[in-house]
């Protein structure tokens, strides 16, 4: 199984070099792994702008009903 790293944080994050430290630890310690993170402003594009600096693909996950979820996510919050 292809481990996952999560990023959750603050859409008001602006703190690079903390997300750097952390990211790179966690890349060390899972090589290959794959980023998860939910596409939104702050710490998930600081993550993925790293990620793929890093020559790696991440894999956004938006949240349901956000801009940049997709068709089946907005469907599932449609009450």
Not at 3 to 25: C, D, K, Q
Not at 54 to 79: E, F, I, M, N, V
Request: some cysteine; glycine content about 8%.
């Amino acid at each position: 199984m292809t481990p996952r790293i999560l990023i959750t944080g603050s859409r008001n994050w602006t703190n690079v070099p903390i997300i750097t430290e952390h990211l790179a630890r966690a890349r060390r310690q899972f090589p290959g792994a794959v980023l998860v993170h939910g596409d939104c402003r702050g710490a998930d594009r600081i993550a993925a702008h790293l990620w793929c600096s890093w020559g790696l693909a991440p894999k956004p996950t938006p949240p349901p009903g956000t801009a940049t979820a997709g068709p089946q996510d907005r469907s599932a919050t449609a009450t």
